[in-house]
């Protein structure tokens, strides 16, 4: 879709997106539609499955809370091998309102433990139980503690192999912060950005003007996020005002003139936009895989982005957001796509 409007499904990659790597992902027909592929990927329905995969991740992992320089607290759930061996260690970023344990991420760390590598999903400010970890709010272009929290994580595990993955909002700090990483002189070795955000004014018109079942989720998840960081600080925060608000724009725009230092919405926006030439700089190796019917990024912002040479960019026909459902009992095509583009660091 492009600003709340579908894109015509497609049998190739668009001519407009050429130099694209088409991804051989086709789910039985009663699986096909964006939005089963976007809501089935996150469903009770799924749980199950991905929680008993989940086990060994589980019984390995221990919160951590990394201190960053400006004194900013984050954790991390990590999840480490017993074994002496120095493993590779990937850095896990959820998505806007989802936490360690979404269904997403969990599904494919719980796929990169098996394989042998140590992981640390971690959690950007107020997601998760974090909301009592700092006084300021989270918003989106809070991307220098993610990078001192990575650098943090580098300095833990020294001497091994680092690589990202994130996932929707995630996966666009995970493009921004292997940017950012050389000149904040942190090695990172591989990463991979799934559905990430492109253009944040393309995707928040896609949530207020496409299936109204977006829009309903996302704010009541924000709407929560902001109870619990006034639970945790009722002196500092009155949030009262947000309860007449019917749009994501509309929340964007209160909050971006009372809880941030820009001065419009737009100069918000902008600042995490990853199209134009954002990732020209960009040297780490990455991958960006999204589909194009995602409801929520619209692909059209792929025709928008730089192509620095470190970055391969790879599509499927369906998969709707974050969802790449390979059957009808709910397994996950996308956790053997990041294993496989992941597995050169174990060599």
Same mark, same amino acid.
């Given at each position: 879709?492009? #600003?709340?409007? %579908?894109? $015509?499904?497609?049998?190739?990659?668009?001519?407009s997106?050429?130099?694209?790597?088409?991804?051989?992902?086709?789910?039985?027909?009663?699986?096909? *539609?964006?939005?089963?592929?976007?809501?089935?990927? *996150?469903?009770?329905a799924?749980?199950?499955?991905?929680?008993?995969?989940?086990?060994?991740?589980?019984?390995?992992?221990?919160?951590?809370?990394?201190?960053c320089? #400006?004194g900013?607290?984050?954790?991390?759930?990590?999840?480490?091998?017993?074994?002496a061996?120095?493993?590779?260690? @990937?850095?896990?970023?959820?998505?806007?309102?989802?936490?360690?344990?979404s269904?997403?991420?969990? *599904?494919?760390?719980?796929?990169?433990?098996?394989?042998?590598?140590?992981?640390?999903?971690?959690?950007?400010?107020?997601?998760?139980?974090?909301?009592?970890? =700092? &006084?300021?709010?989270?918003?989106?272009?809070?991307?220098?503690?993610?990078? #001192?929290?990575?650098?943090?994580?580098?300095q833990?595990?020294?001497?091994?192999?680092?690589?990202?993955?994130? +996932?929707?909002?995630?996966? =666009?700090?995970?493009?921004?912060?292997?940017?950012?990483?050389?000149?904040?002189?942190?090695?990172?070795?591989?990463?991979?950005?799934?559905?990430?955000?492109?253009?944040?004014?393309?995707? %928040?018109?896609?949530?207020?003007?496409?299936? +109204?079942?977006?829009? @309903?989720?996302?704010?009541?998840?924000w709407?929560a996020?902001?109870?619990?960081?006034?639970?945790?600080?009722? #002196?500092?925060? !009155?949030?009262?005002?947000?309860?007449?608000?019917r749009?994501?724009?509309?929340?964007?725009?209160?909050?971006?003139?009372?809880?941030?230092?820009?001065?419009?919405?737009?100069?918000?926006?902008?600042?995490?936009? @990853?199209?134009? !030439?954002?990732l020209?700089?960009?040297?780490?190796?990455?991958s960006?895989?999204?589909?194009?019917?995602?409801?929520?990024? $619209?692909?059209?912002?792929?025709?928008? %982005?730089?192509?620095?040479?470190?970055?391969?960019?790879?599509?499927?026909?369906?998969?709707?957001?974050?969802?790449?459902?390979?059957?009808?009992? &709910? =397994?996950?095509?996308?956790?053997?796509?990041?294993?496989?583009?992941? &597995?050169?660091? %174990?060599?």
């Amino acid at each position: 879709m492009a #600003d709340g409007v %579908m894109l $015509p499904a497609v049998d190739t990659v668009p001519d407009s997106l050429s130099g694209v790597e088409e991804l051989d992902f086709l789910p039985p027909p009663g699986l096909r *539609s964006p939005h089963v592929q976007s809501v089935l990927g *996150s469903s009770a329905a799924r749980r199950a499955r991905v929680e008993r995969a989940a086990r060994a991740l589980r019984a390995a992992s221990r919160s951590e809370i990394l201190e960053c320089p #400006d004194g900013t607290r984050l954790q991390a759930i990590v999840s480490r091998h017993d074994s002496a061996a120095q493993r590779p260690l @990937i850095v896990a970023l959820h998505g806007w309102h989802g936490c360690a344990d979404s269904l997403y991420l969990l *599904s494919t760390c719980s796929r990169l433990f098996a394989a042998g590598f140590d992981i640390a999903r971690l959690h950007l400010r107020d997601h998760g139980d974090t909301h009592g970890l =700092n &006084l300021e709010l989270f918003h989106s272009c809070r991307l220098q503690e993610t990078v #001192d929290a990575v650098a943090v994580l580098r300095q833990r595990f020294p001497g091994r192999p680092l690589g990202l993955l994130g +996932f929707s909002l995630g996966g =666009n700090f995970v493009l921004r912060v292997a940017r950012a990483a050389p000149d904040a002189g942190i090695t990172i070795d591989r990463a991979v950005a799934i559905c990430p955000v492109l253009d944040p004014q393309a995707t %928040m018109s896609a949530l207020d003007q496409g299936w +109204f079942g977006y829009r @309903i989720y996302f704010m009541r998840r924000w709407r929560a996020s902001l109870a619990a960081k006034q639970k945790y600080f009722p #002196d500092h925060y !009155d949030f009262a005002a947000t309860r007449g608000l019917r749009s994501i724009e509309a929340m964007t725009d209160w909050f971006v003139d009372r809880h941030t230092d820009f001065e419009r919405i737009e100069d918000y926006l902008d600042g995490y936009r @990853i199209t134009g !030439d954002y990732l020209d700089g960009l040297a780490v190796p990455s991958s960006l895989i999204t589909s194009l019917d995602d409801p929520v990024i $619209p692909a059209a912002g792929l025709e928008h %982005m730089a192509r620095p040479h470190a970055l391969e960019v790879a599509v499927t026909r369906f998969g709707g957001h974050c969802g790449f459902l390979a059957d009808y009992r &709910l =397994n996950g095509w996308l956790d053997d796509e990041v294993s496989r583009r992941l &597995l050169p660091l %174990m060599s």
